[in-house]
Nanobody, 116 residues
Framework: QVHLVESGGGLVQAGGSLTLSCAAS????????MAWYRQFPGKQRDLVAR???????DYRGSAKGRFTISRDVAKNTVYLQMNSLKPEDTAVYFC??????????WGQGIQVTVSS
C-alpha cells in the first residue's frame, strides 16, 4: 500500500508560479512511476506529467515547456513546478503512483486556482 499526500496548491495570479508536492509513504520502493493529473469540473482526470523510476519524464498538452516534474528520492516526494500559469490551468490536481503490479494509487487532490 502506498499513501500519497499533496500540498502546495492555492490561488495565484496569471503568469505566476506554483509548486505542488506529493509525499509518498508506505511501500514507495515498489513504485514504477509517479505522476500528476488534473481534473476540470465535469471532466475526467487528464495526465499532466509523469516521472518514471529511472528518471525519465513525460509531459502532456499545455504542460510542455511550462511545467517541470521532479523528485527527491531521499524524501520520497515528487514535485510539479508550474510556471507561466494561466486561468485555464485552474483545476484540481491529483498525485498518482503506479507500482510494479500496475496498481494505481491516488492522493486526495488539491485545488489550484489561477486568477486573471
Amino acid at each position: 500500500q502506498v499513501h500519497l499526500v499533496e500540498s502546495g496548491g492555492g490561488l495565484v495570479q496569471a503568469g505566476g508560479s506554483l509548486t505542488l508536492s506529493c509525499a509518498a509513504s508506505g511501500s514507495f520502493w515498489t513504485l514504477n512511476a509517479m505522476a500528476w493529473y488534473r481534473q476540470f469540473p465535469g471532466k475526467q482526470r487528464d495526465l499532466v506529467a509523469r516521472i518514471f523510476s529511472g528518471g525519465t519524464t513525460d509531459y502532456r498538452g499545455s504542460a510542455k515547456g511550462r511545467f517541470t516534474i521532479s523528485r527527491d528520492v531521499a524524501k520520497n516526494t515528487v514535485y510539479l513546478q508550474m510556471n507561466s500559469l494561466k486561468p485555464e490551468d485552474t483545476a484540481v490536481y491529483f498525485c498518482n503512483a503506479l507500482d510494479g503490479t500496475s496498481t494505481a494509487y491516488w492522493g486526495q487532490g488539491i485545488q489550484v486556482t489561477v486568477s486573471s
